[in-house]
């Protein structure tokens, strides 16, 4: 498996495609892949979404993902 | 012309007429068109109330093929643990009660489809109205009558179709997936195979969203004949490839999972196969096969869904929720192995056992290497878990002011077996090993295999580590 953490300002539910596999700040489990990334709730974040290849990961150095609050 | 004569003609004219007629109404049951995508509707595991049954403590059963045999030793193993009391964040409750997802195959799909709409009558009538039946003999009484032959005759209407109607009428009491959308867990995973792709095919709203096709409708008893529709013995059941409603969206995750070819090949191919669905022109009806020829014991359903990054309540998603504490996987398998004597000859082996060896040695092999693999992964998640307790120890240990490394959510997993294999006394082992595969058990025997089904639950080492494990935390 690989790992992701996303960053925000806020507590949000992290969405992969359209489903909500995990909280802003908290350890995402997935497959090695390509992924699309955004948050649920409000959308006063950006980017709207960003695409990433998940892989060479590991819990302690998961890959990390920012969203900036506009 | 005679008086006689001519009711005679008329007579056999009738006849052949009527004849036309039930051929040419003999039709396998259609899957209905999805009017509306509707994501939140439908046999899915969200929909299902959870009631008292945590997602904490997460139960997983998986009944395989076998006949009979499959669906006796299955029910063996529900009622064992509907006499297993536990204690489980301060509420007394059976074992039983805390499934939460049932997958089946073949004759497993009796006992898991039974449990999943009746709940506990299955105790009080199951064995009548199914285990203890000779099956196969009212088919085949069924088979011989005048009307079945000529609607046999129609090219749509095939000898899986009335067995089909014979479970929908005797067994299932005509439900359809409409009414298991009311119930609550656990959530019935029917696996079949779809014959052009050979992959597992699974009766659940999401797989019918691809098809453009509403399960709600559809017959439990069909999903059933077709997870146990054996090869040549029995015809495949044919599903209509519907066009997709105007407001269907395709998932965001196909885009993404076809650049992943080199990346990771499975989640590719599910992407590719999404697409083959899609692809209504070139693809207009699936054909499914025995569900036991894409996995004989229903484990890759939960295998799938531990991966699975597209599955609303999939097993990734609540680990990823961190609602999971405890996931229990108990992996009942009905597999036999009969004596044989083929080293014992010169003579090189016949036909017959050429072809049972070419059908059955690949399936074993797989359903073998399928249970190490869900071993493995358990094996994997508890060594990174160790990893990172161990990291964050010698963090604490050599520095003054130790960073925390990220919290990973820890997972209680246990994978218990039980199959005829484990029997310690190697003549009973051997007796059991040598039951036949069909329909048609004699209640005695029956009787044995339930019987047999709890007690190699009980022995289980693995099942007694997670009780012992439920009764300290009940404990504390």
Same mark, same amino acid.
């Given at each position: ?16 495609g359209r489903i909500a596999q995990g909280e ?47 | ?127 009548a109205r199914f285990l203890k039946r000779d ?55 029917? @696996? ?67 650049? #992943? ?46 991966? #699975? ?23 009942v398998n009905a597999k036999t192995a009969p004596?044989? @004597?083929? #080293? ?80 310690? #006394? ?51």
């Amino acid at each position: 498996m690989e790992y992701l953490c996303v960053r925000f300002a806020e507590q949000r539910k992290v969405l992969i495609g359209r489903i909500a596999q995990g909280e802003t700040d908290g350890l995402i489990e997935l497959e090695p892949g390509t992924y699309t990334v955004t948050l649920s709730g409000a959308p006063n974040f950006s980017p709207k979404k960003q695409k990433i290849v998940l892989a060479d990961t590991s819990p302690i150095k998961p890959m990390e993902v920012r969203f900036d609050k506009v | 012309m005679t008086k006689s004569r001519s009711l005679r003609i008329f007579f056999k004219g009738s006849l052949f007429l009527i004849g036309l007629v039930l051929i040419g109404c003999a039709q396998y049951t259609k899957n209905a068109r999805l009017a509306e995508y509707a994501p939140e509707e439908g046999y899915r595991f969200n929909r299902l109330a959870s009631g008292t049954n945590t997602d904490s403590l997460f139960v997983v059963l998986t009944f395989s093929g076998g006949g009979t045999r499959a669906a006796a030793l299955s029910y063996g193993v529900l009622k064992a643990l509907s006499e297993t009391e536990i204690t489980w964040k301060g509420e007394k409750k059976r074992l039983l009660d805390e499934v939460d997802l049932i997958s089946t195959i073949s004759g497993g799909s009796f006992t898991g489809a039974y449990y999943a709409l009746f709940g506990g009558r299955i105790f009080s009538d199951f064995e009548a109205r199914f285990l203890k039946r000779d099956i196969e003999k009212e088919l085949r009484r069924l088979l011989y009558n005048p009307v079945t032959l000529l609607r046999l005759a129609s090219p749509y209407f095939d000898r899986i179709d009335l067995a089909a109607e014979f479970y929908h009428r005797t067994v299932f009491d005509r439900k359809t997936f409409g009414d298991l959308v009311v119930h609550r867990r656990p959530f019935l995973v029917v @696996n079949a195979t779809n014959m052009f792709l050979g992959e597992r095919f699974e009766f659940t709203q999401d797989q019918f969203d691809l098809l453009g096709s509403d399960l709600s409708s559809y017959p439990i008893a069909r999903a059933v004949a077709a997870s146990s529709a054996f090869p040549i013995l029995l015809s495949p059941i044919t599903l209509n490839n519907h066009p997709q409603p105007p407001d269907y969206e395709r998932p965001d995750w196909i885009e993404d999972a076809l650049e #992943d070819y080199n990346r990771n090949r499975r989640r590719y191919l599910r992407a590719r196969n999404f697409l083959i669905y899609a692809d209504k022109d070139d693809h207009p009806y699936i054909h499914l096969l025995d569900g036991g020829l894409a996995d004989n014991i229903g484990l890759r359903a939960v295998i799938d869904s531990m991966r #699975d990054d597209a599955r609303e309540g999939g097993i990734l998603q609540l680990t990823n929720l961190k609602k999971i504490e405890k996931l229990v996987v108990i992996v009942v398998n009905a597999k036999t192995a009969p004596p044989e @004597n083929i #080293d014992k000859k010169k003579r090189a082996p016949g036909i017959a056992d050429v072809a049972m060896k070419t059908a059955t040695v690949a399936m074993d092999n797989y359903s073998f290497e399928t249970v190490e693999l869900i071993k493995e992964l358990k094996a994997r998640r508890e060594q990174i878990e160790r990893t990172v307790r161990d990291c964050q120890a010698l963090l604490n240990d050599r520095c003054a002011v130790a960073p925390t490394v990220p919290a990973l959510k820890e997972i209680k997993y246990h994978i218990v077996e039980v199959a005829f294999e484990a029997i310690p #006394d190697s003549k009973e082992q051997e007796e059991f090993l040598s039951l036949p595969t069909n329909f048609s058990l004699k209640p005695s025997v029956v009787d044995r295999v339930i019987e047999k089904g709890g007690a190699l639950l009980h022995q289980s080492s693995a099942f007694n580590d997670f009780m012992e494990e439920i009764r300290s935390a009940g404990a504390e």
